[in-house]
Every structure is written in structure tokens, then in C-alpha cells.
């Protein structure tokens, strides 16, 4: 499992659920040291447009090297920040950091190129996400339309409307919505209509194998028809090899991510993979 998030060591062994009180203090004094630190960095993973095979976006992935811990995932920390509040200081960070890049991009790249940043729904609590999202965008003159914001349907479920007051605001000013992990929270179907989404992403359990699972099949081909119904445009996460590719673009997916076309990278080698005549990622890898 280490080796399949590119060869770092991050511990997968032990989810947040199984972490004792103990790590979880361990983690959460790191995680205080880690903002003051700056031991955060961010990976970017491309999301390829089936139609042009043109990279259109890409995703900002968290990532903390600890002096003491080594690499540890997001999968592992986030939950831990949520549960100390800490989370509204790091998706500042997150917001902060990936701005700046979305706009190097902006200034360097002859196409436009989406950045996604993921938030917790505890962060559409805070009043203060959208005064810090538009003022980065105003400092830097951003096109807000150049930021998107990922957020998990399981999240919504807490406080629903409050985060459908944040998001839609956040919509009516140009940045996009997307939902993540579809169809792995609850609630997916009234979510989808309640919330002012522009896109889902569809959780890569249903595109695991899709080409020989015939279940698979079926539900990511009937998702995409009611996306389409609902306007909604589809990007399939995890898709590690050219027969999963292949399927979705049968099925009229509009957007694929996955190691197929490109781990999560830092941003120097999105830029130079993008430049270059032959984009690399477009590999597999
Ligand atoms: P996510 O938003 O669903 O991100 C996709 C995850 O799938 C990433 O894991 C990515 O590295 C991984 N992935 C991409 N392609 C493939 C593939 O082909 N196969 C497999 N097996 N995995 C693939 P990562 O970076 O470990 O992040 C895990 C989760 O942590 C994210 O899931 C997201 O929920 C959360 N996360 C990451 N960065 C942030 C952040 O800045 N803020 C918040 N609030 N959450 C974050
Ligand atoms: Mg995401
Ligand atoms: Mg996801
Ligand atoms: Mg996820």
C-alpha cells in the first residue's frame, strides 16, 4: 500500500478510528508544531478531459513531512486537526498556498488550468472561508473561476444548511463546486439536488476494475446519465490503468484522475510536464 502512494511512507495501516488516545495527542501537539514549522507542502494531481486529453486541472493534495513522524497522510492527520480545531488554520494554509500557485500557473500557462483545493464541511462553518478565498483572489486578481473547492457529502451532513449558505455564495461569486467521494457518504441523492454543485467525482471503489466488474459498470454509467440530467460534469478518481480510461470514456466521463495519468507531484513537475512537448503524465505511470 506504501508503494502505491508513490513509493512515501505513509501509514495506511492505522486509521484514525484505531489511532489510540495517546496518538492522537502525539499527532495533534505535531500538527500544532507542524503550521508554526511549515512543514506542510502541497502535490498537485492533473484531472485529464477525456474528450481533449488536455490536462484542464488539477488537484492541490496535502502533504506533511514530520521531523519526528516522516511522511504522514492526509487519510490519517485531517481527521486528527478536525478533532483539535485546528483544521480552519490549515485549510487557510491550504487556501493561501494554492492561490499563490493557481496564479503562477495563471500568469505562466497558455491554457487555463483549475486548481481544486479540498475543505472539510467543518470549514463551511467558519464564517471566514470566503473572506479568506476572495481575499487571496483579489490580492493576487485570480479569475475565481480558476478555483475549485472539493467537498465530501458525508461532511454535509452534520450542518446542511450553513454549508449550503457557504457554498452557494462561493458559487454566485465563480468559484466552482465539486462533490467528492460520491457515492461512498449518505444522503447522496438529496445532496445532489439540495447543493449547488458543478461537478462530482465519482470514489474510486466504483472505477477499481471497472472494465471487469460488471456491477461497477452499471452504477458509474447510471451516475453519469443523472449527472448529465442534473448538469452536472463527472470526473472518475483513482483510474490506474488504460482498460479503466477506456470505460469511462464510453460511458461519456468527462474528466478521469488517477495514478494512470499522473501520481500527485509537486508543482515544478506539473509545470514542466505541461510545458514539455510531450506531456509525461500522459504516460502511464
Ligand atoms: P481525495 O480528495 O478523494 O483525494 C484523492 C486521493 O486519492 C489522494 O490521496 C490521491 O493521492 C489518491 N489517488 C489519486 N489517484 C489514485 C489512484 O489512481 N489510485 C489510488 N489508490 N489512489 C489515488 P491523499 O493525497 O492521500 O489524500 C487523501 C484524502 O485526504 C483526500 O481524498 C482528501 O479527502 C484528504 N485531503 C488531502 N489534502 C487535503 C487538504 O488540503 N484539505 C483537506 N481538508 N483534506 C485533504
Ligand atoms: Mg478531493
Ligand atoms: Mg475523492
Ligand atoms: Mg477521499
Known amino acids: 500500500q506504501a508503494q502505491r502512494q508513490g513509493g512515501h511512507q505513509f ?8 489511532l489510540s488516545m495517546d496518538d492522537r495527542l502525539t499527532l495533534g501537539n505535531a500538527l500544532h508544531q507542524a503550521l508554526t514549522n511549515q512543514e506542510f507542502h502541497l502535490h498537485y494531481q492533473p484531472q485529464v478531459q477525456l474528450s481533449t486529453g488536455n490536462v484542464t486541472g488539477v488537484e492541490a493534495l496535502l502533504r506533511w513531512q514530520s521531523p519526528h513522524m516522516g511522511n504522514v497522510s492526509p487519510e490519517r492527520f485531517i481527521p486528527v486537526a478536525e478533532d483539535f480545531g485546528l483544521i480552519g488554520l490549515i485549510t487557510q494554509w491550504v487556501i493561501g498556498a494554492a492561490c499563490e500557485q493557481a496564479y503562477q500557473w495563471y500568469c505562466t500557462l497558455p491554457e487555463p488550468l483549475v486548481v481544486s483545493i479540498n475543505v472539510s464541511a467543518l470549514d463551511l462553518h467558519f464564517n471566514n472561508l470566503e473572506q479568506v478565498i476572495f481575499g487571496h483572489l483579489q490580492r493576487l486578481g485570480l479569475p475565481p473561476h480558476l478555483l475549485q473547492i472539493e467537498v465530501t457529502e458525508t461532511g454535509l451532513v452534520a450542518d446542511g444548511l450553513q454549508a449550503l449558505d457557504t457554498l452557494t455564495r462561493l458559487r454566485e461569486q465563480g468559484i466552482r463546486v465539486a462533490i467528492d467521494d460520491f457515492g461512498t457518504g449518505y444522503s447522496s441523492l438529496s445532496y445532489l439536488s439540495l447543493f449547488p454543485w458543478d461537478s462530482l467525482k465519482i470514489d474510486r471503489v466504483f472505477i ?18 443523472l449527472a448529465q440530467a442534473l448538469n452536472l460534469k463527472v470526473v472518475a478518481e483513482g483510474v490506474e490503468v ?17 495514478y494512470f495519468y499522473g501520481r500527485p507531484l509537486p508543482a515544478h513537475q506539473i509545470t514542466s510536464a505541461l510545458t514539455s512537448p510531450q506531456p509525461q503524465f500522459l504516460q502511464p505511470a
Not at 477499481?208 to 446519465?225: G, K, P
Not at 482498460?243 to 484522475?257: T, Y
Open 11 to 18: 501509514c495506511h495501516y492505522c486509521p484514525t478510528l484505531t
Open 242 to 258: 488504460a482498460e479503466e480510461a477506456d470505460c469511462l470514456r464510453n460511458f461519456g466521463c468527462d474528466w478521469i484522475q488517477g
Open 208 to 225: 477499481q476494475n471497472i472494465h471487469q466488474n460488471v456491477n461497477n459498470q452499471s452504477i458509474v454509467a447510471l451516475v453519469i446519465q
